[in-house]
């Protein structure tokens, strides 16, 4: 069985991301539901995953770039994968033990530097811990939380194929 040459799984973490990234605009702008501190920082890291393996694709790179390219894939993905497990555990949190004095996101960007707003998200914000959507019953934060793992899986696979030198196919002429 041949592999797939990285070019095609750099196009196919391209097209995942930018469907993913399409609805997650749909859902702001179409469905009218506004997005948390964390959502916007997934996207963001959704965002650059997807213009990663864009790059990747129309570069075409060798094995020093292919290093690169998914190295680069898969740390956006990780840190989208544990932005979502915050949020995550953050919604999942008993109603009874949630703090009630949360800042909300409009205040931290009147209010906050970049680095107490993100402080501050990952403890948590009123915006980030209400699940206002779901399907088949997983929220937004466990969707995106999916995508991030499964283009971790890919990224992963990918990556051990070319240390290994399977994933590489060089035509001569």
Known sequence: MSLAPSR???FLAFMAGALTL????????????????????????????TLVNL???????????????????????????????????LQNIPPDQM????????????????????QLAFK???DCVEINWT???LSIPEWSL????????LGATQFSRVLSGQGLRFVKH
């Open 146 to 153: 999916l995508f991030f793992v499964a283009m971790l899986i």
């Open 55 to 89: 790059i990747a694709t129309l570069h075409g790179p060798r094995r020093a770039g292919i290093y690169l390219y998914w190295a680069a894939s898969m740390g956006c993905a990780l840190l989208g994968a544990v932005t979502a497990v915050r949020q995550v555990l």
């Open 99 to 118: 703090p009630h004095c949360w800042p909300s996101l409009e205040y931290m960007i009147e209010n906050l530097s970049l680095g107490q707003a993100l």
């Open 22 to 49: 399409g609805a997650s605009f749909y859902l702001e702008y179409g469905a009218l539901l506004r997005p948390c501190f964390l959502c916007l920082i997934q996207r963001s890291l959704l965002a650059l995953f």
């Open 8 to 10: 095609s799984l750099f």
């Open 135 to 137: 399907l088949f019953d």
């Open 124 to 126: 948590g914000t009123v």
